[in-house]
């Protein structure tokens, strides 16, 4: 009996010690997985949650439940046909309309605390015409008040956008393209933890947008920013993004996401293009003819 009192008072003791191992084990894995979580999955920059946007006298909302996350380095690119509501959604993003349903958070990718620094470009490069192309880079540095960078950090930029040599060149003098890429460099001064582009290479002609993309592409490499593309150009969406997501019109709603994957052969190309261009088929209409 006695032998039985001290086994069973062992067993006990074990008992408490095991579990106790269990219990500790299973906060640790929780702890790491969630460690782990934080690291493997980063927080996104913008977070889109069932936004909704309706115009002031518009009927049908130009947006209507849109979830949207965008990562830190990431490109995603909208496509859809036009009035679907995609420069909404870019205006949403960069803070210039406030949307009338849903939530949207910011973080900045360096500094949660800190805002979130967005740039958008549009398809005209909106430059300074009294400005040469070093002044018009610099004003962005020096709105952002760091007019002691200025003269390194634009050369820099410039180099980076195949600019350089061309710092005091009159603006009004540049091709389209050059133009762009001015306003590429003045967009990238800020050192912006995403950049918003609003067609952006549709006033180029097929040779220099290819070179612009190429330029972006690397540009964004080196300097680690995310982008929201809205485009008409399917290999715009196909060249650029890791995530394409396609918009459908009244309300705007996005109706599809498609991953790119960042090598592709022919094929999947070709079969990533047709099923893209289809979303931007537009619908059949019919026209009633008098006999
Ligand atoms: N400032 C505004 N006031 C009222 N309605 C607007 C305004 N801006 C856009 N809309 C309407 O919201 C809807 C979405 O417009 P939006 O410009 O976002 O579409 P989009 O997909 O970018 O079109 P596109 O490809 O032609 O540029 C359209 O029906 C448009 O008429």
């Not at 195949?162 to 003098?173: I, P, Q, S, T, Y």
Request: aromatic residues 4%; hydrophobic residues 45%; charged residues 25%.
């Amino acid at each position: 009996m006695r032998y039985l009192t001290i086994n069973f008072k062992a067993l006990q003791h074990e008992w408490r010690r095991n579990t106790s191992i269990l219990i500790n084990s299973i906060i640790f894995v929780v702890y790491i997985r969630k460690e782990a979580a934080a690291v493997l999955i980063p927080a996104p920059l913008i977070a889109l949650r069932r936004v909704t946007h309706r115009y002031a006298h518009h009927a049908a909302p130009a947006l209507a439940d849109v979830s949207l996350r965008v990562a830190p380095g990431e490109c995603v690119a909208v496509i859809g046909r036009s009035g679907c509501g995609k420069s909404t959604l870019l205006q949403i993003m960069a803070g210039l309309v406030q949307p009338t349903g849903g939530d949207i958070h910011f973080a900045n990718r360096r500094d949660a605390r800190k805002p979130i620094r967005r740039t958008l470009m549009f398809q005209r490069p909106l430059l300074f015409p009294w400005l040469d192309v070093a002044g018009n880079v610099a004003l962005a540095l020096r709105f952002d008040g760091r007019k002691q960078e200025t003269p390194g950090r634009v050369e820099e930029l410039l180099a980076r956008t195949g600019l350089a040599g061309r710092a005091r060149a009159n603006v009004r003098e540049l091709s389209g393209g050059q133009q762009q890429r001015v306003a590429l460099a003045r967009s990238l001064a800020v050192d912006p933890d995403i950049l918003l582009l609003d067609e952006p290479f549709s006033a180029l002609d097929p040779l220099t947008r290819g070179e612009l993309r190429r330029q972006l592409r690397e540009t964004q490499q080196t300097f680690g920013f995310a982008m929201t593309l809205v485009t008409h150009d399917v290999d715009d969406a196909l060249d650029l993004a890791s995530r394409v997501v396609v918009m459908a019109a009244e309300p705007g709603r996005i109706i599809a996401e498609h991953d790119i994957p960042s090598e592709m052969d022919g094929e999947t190309r070709a079969t990533l293009r047709a099923r893209l261009l289809d979303a931007l088929e537009p619908e059949p209409c019919s026209i009633a003819i008098d006999a």
